[in-house]
């Protein structure tokens, strides 16, 4: 009988043994928890409630998903067994923290992740001795979570080497894919590609609505669009050339080289691609009038692109999803995203409209959905990844719908249309072939799409690259952290930013616009151009205060914010007033004075340089503020104005415009008119857009409308368009008129202003 009783007396204490590990581990998740709890009311007290929110995240996601205190702090109320968002208590979005609190937080949040490690440390000792091996490596790799170096885990997981740093096979893969995609797109970047206007082809789409147009061709691609961007159609041709040779990279299958199969019609104005769609009497016309931005009629993909941008945008994306040849709403929406941000950090085409916000309605979350800027994309997706629940399983992606796209289910995925094309795109052809077969049947069951992707895949699941997905965006080791490379916004906030602040509300005011609130959020990219600029001093002319290069410690993604960045170096807050007083004289710089839609910015101060983002946070202000808004402001005036200004002030881009009218060489160009339309698409109504300037006897002045096509922020803005005077204006009362179409009827700016 004692011989019977002995097993069940060993599985007695097992039981009890574990059970009271469990119990261990429960009280060390408790105690986790609570530590970042006490540290997100901290930075929601000093002010900034996005951080707060993501380390309340961290403590359901990674400690306990039932906390209670981060479920109430998140704004969440319990209905039942399941916590639903309070309506009567909506979750901040807006930064009112200073520099001054934002720094000492910064550092006991570093303090604290050590400590968080050091409790996770001595957990994976403890459950080694006790030969856990598999409870130990959780621990370890949660050291690796929050610290970025620790010999003793990096050892007991095995971890090979990946560049600087240590990882997993499957992290080595990421890393080394990552920085392959990443070397095409800067090498292709700088790649020129010979592209020539055709004249004689034939587009039936087009020529059936009796559009005017004009050709051009590379070596693969052909593209129609307006004759007045017959220059314009050329770049984006060479855009084109340079994103099939990064899809080259990034796809392990090959495209046989020779012309695309599909040509391009790229057209500004609504009106004229509304008027295509009708002349083709294209399927399910209404819905494509109301919705629709892009179409393939033929053997032709017409797009609506109302701005250069845009057109750039369109051509990338037709490559990357031609290329990948998915079919499927989520896959092929998501590819295209995906090239388009890794290229420009900017997205401002949706084939599919996104639901549209009304007025002052809108969240600032809603509003941050409708951002062209991919790195508020990516805190978006780091925001989602970090969802204990509600968010968005990849097993949806199969069934997404053009004609109902939610803004979540879009970030999704691209975010993992992003992550997947890093770890094996093979991976996506499988997931998008299961998706097309599913809705040939008819069938809308995620587990069904699981269950078909294991039988294809049967060395990985969908639920697992689901979590590889979250560890990635959520950077869940070194290597992860290293591949996004980005700036945590606790780093990204300045002591004195807040004075630069109010100085720059102040000038705002003078300028008649509403004041713009501050985000830690859009300050990371700041921080890092600043410290671009800093450490290369000799960098301050236009042109080299907006861009970056890698030979002297920039980024290619560092490059493109810096070109719409504004620049203040040296930065005295002494000269404040008269700082933005010259601004007037360069015209993007005016932009951020005068424009309404510029709703949230960033900024960062380093040393004596201080970096602006005005363009992430735009929205659409209150009905009050809404508009078009010209400068000098449509009225009689007295404002008085030098007649000129400097082209050394201005850069490269001034410089072109008198070259291109026979004044090469000169030292100034007249005082430039904008007219600012806000916004980051492009400028819709540039199609019936004039601009007539006179000058004291009611002479014409000879002058050149540029639009939002360039990439230097001292003469160019989103929205924005300039009447540059090839001339300095004659001294006395100068009169102008702006005319274009707006809402169907004829829309006039007139006013003047003195001419010193």
């Known amino acids: 009988m004692k011989h019977r009783l002995l097993p069940f007396g060993i599985s007695a204490l097992t039981l009890l043994a574990t059970a009271a590990a469990q119990n261990e581990e429960a009280e060390f998740n408790q105690r986790q928890a609570k530590a970042l709890n006490a540290f997100a009311k901290k930075a929601f007290d000093k002010g900034f409630p996005r951080i707060a929110k993501v380390v309340w995240m961290q403590v359901h996601k990674l400690y306990d998903i039932d906390n209670e205190e981060a479920w109430k702090a998140l704004g969440y109320v319990r209905i039942g067994n399941s916590w639903n968002p309070d309506p009567k208590r909506p979750y901040p979005t807006q930064d009112t923290g200073s520099g001054a609190e934002g720094q000492p937080l910064q550092r006991q949040y570093e303090a604290l992740k050590k400590e968080l490690a050091n409790q996770h440390r001595q957990q994976a000792q403890k459950w080694s001795k006790a030969g856990r091996t598999d409870r130990a490596n959780h621990h370890w790799s949660m050291v690796l979570r929050w610290v970025d170096d620790d010999a003793e885990a990096k050892k007991a997981l095995a971890h090979v080497e990946v560049g600087a740093l240590s990882g997993t096979d499957l992290e080595k893969t990421l890393y080394e894919r990552s920085k392959a995609i990443e070397k095409a797109?800067?090498?292709?970047?700088?790649?020129?590609?010979?592209?020539?206007?055709?004249?004689?082809?034939?587009?039936?789409?087009l020529d059936r609505a009796q559009v005017k147009y004009v050709s051009v061709q590379s070596e693969h691609f052909t593209l129609h669009g307006d004759p007045d961007q017959a220059d314009n159609l050329l770049t984006a041709l060479r855009w084109a050339e340079r994103a099939l040779q990064v899809c080259k990279v990034a796809f392990p299958w090959q495209y046989q080289d020779g012309k695309w199969p599909q040509e391009w019609a790229c057209l500004f104005a609504k009106e004229t691609y509304h008027q295509i769609l009708k002349a083709n009497q294209v399927p399910d016309l209404a819905w494509k009038l109301e919705h629709g931005a892009s179409d393939v009629i033929g053997n032709t993909e017409i797009t609506n692109t109302n701005g250069v941008q845009t057109l750039f945008d369109a051509c990338v994306r037709n490559v990357a999803q031609g290329y990948a040849g998915f079919r499927s709403t989520g896959f092929v929406e998501g590819i295209g995203h995906t090239f388009v941000g890794m290229m420009f950090n900017n997205n401002r085409l949706f084939a599919i409209d996104r639901?549209?916000?009304?007025?002052?309605?809108?969240?600032?979350?809603?509003?941050?959905?409708?951002?062209?800027?991919?790195?508020?994309?990516?805190?978006?997706?780091?925001?989602?990844?970090?969802?204990?629940?509600?968010?968005?399983?990849a097993n949806v992606l199969a069934f997404c719908d053009a004609s109902n796209f939610p803004n979540e289910e879009r970030i999704k995925a691209w975010s993992f249309s992003d992550y997947l094309m890093r770890r094996d795109p093979e991976l996506l052809r499988t997931l998008d072939q299961i998706a097309q077969e599913?809705?040939?049947?008819?069938?809308?069951?995620?587990?069904?799409?699981?269950?078909?992707?294991?039988?294809?895949?049967?060395?990985?699941?969908?639920?697992?690259?689901?979590?590889?997905?979250?560890?990635?965006?959520?950077?869940?080791?070194?290597?992860?952290?290293?591949i996004q490379n980005n700036t945590p916004p606790l780093a990204a906030i300045s002591k004195?930013?807040?004075?630069?602040?109010?100085?720059?509300?102040?000038?705002?005011?003078?300028?008649?616009?509403?004041?713009?609130?501050?985000?830690?959020?859009?300050?990371?990219r700041c921080k890092d151009h600043a410290e671009y600029l800093r450490k290369n001093k000799d960098l301050r002319d236009p042109a080299s205060t907006h861009t970056q290069t890698v030979d002297l410690g920039g980024s290619y993604n560092g490059s493109l914010f810096a070109q719409m960045a504004v620049v203040v170096a040296p930065a005295n807050l002494g000269n404040a007033k008269k700082m933005f007083e010259r601004w007037v004289y360069l015209p993007g710089y005016r932009d951020a004075l005068v424009n309404n839609t510029i709703l949230t910015v960033g900024a960062y101060l380093e040393g004596d340089v201080l970096v602006l983002n005005v363009l992430s946070g735009v929205g659409t202000p209150s009905a009050a503020n809404?508009?078009?808004?010209?400068?000098?402001?449509?009225?009689?005036?007295?404002d008085m104005f030098e007649g000129e200004v400097k082209v050394a002030d201005l850069g490269p881009e001034a410089e072109a415009i008198l070259r291109k009218h026979g004044r090469d060489g000169k030292k100034v160009i007249g005082f430039p008119l904008t007219l600012h339309s806000g916004g980051t698409g492009g400028v819709g109504i540039r199609g019936s857009l004039t601009c007539t300037v006179t000058g004291p006897k009611g002479d014409k002045i000879e002058g050149v409308l540029v639009f939002d096509?360039?990439?230097?922020?001292?003469?160019?803005?989103?929205?924005?368009?300039?009447?540059?005077?090839?001339?300095?204006?004659?001294?006395?009362?100068?009169?102008?008129?702006?005319?274009?179409?707006?809402?169907?009827?004829?829309?006039?700016?007139?006013?003047?202003?003195?001419?010193?």
Not at 355 to 362: L, P, V, W
Not at 452 to 464: D, G, I
Not at 500 to 512: C, H, I, P, V
Not at 722 to 750: C, E, Y
């Open 355 to 393: 639901k549209r916000q009304e007025g002052t309605s809108a969240s600032e979350e809603d509003r941050e959905f409708q951002s062209p800027d991919f790195d508020v994309w990516k805190n978006l997706s780091l925001e989602l990844a970090w969802k204990s629940s509600g968010g968005v399983p």
């Open 496 to 524: 004195g930013v807040d004075k630069w602040l109010e100085a720059f509300n102040a000038a705002r005011k003078e300028y008649d616009a509403t004041p713009v609130k501050w985000s830690a959020n859009l300050s990371a």
């Open 185 to 205: 797109i800067e090498e292709q970047s700088k790649t020129d590609y010979e592209v020539k206007r055709v004249d004689g082809l034939q587009c039936e789409p």
């Open 438 to 482: 599913l809705k040939k049947q008819r069938i809308k069951q995620p587990a069904e799409f699981e269950r078909r992707f294991a039988e294809k895949h049967p060395e990985v699941s969908l639920p697992q690259l689901d979590k590889e997905w979250e560890d990635f965006w959520t950077g869940a080791s070194p290597v992860l952290k290293a």
């Open 709 to 756: 096509e360039g990439q230097i922020r001292t003469t160019t803005a989103p929205g924005m368009v300039t009447f540059w005077p090839l001339d300095p204006l004659p001294k006395g009362k100068i009169s102008f008129v702006w005319s274009w179409m707006g809402n169907g009827t004829q829309q006039v700016a007139r006013g003047s202003f003195f001419a010193k």
């Open 626 to 638: 809404a508009g078009i808004r010209s400068y000098p402001k449509a009225h009689d005036a007295q």
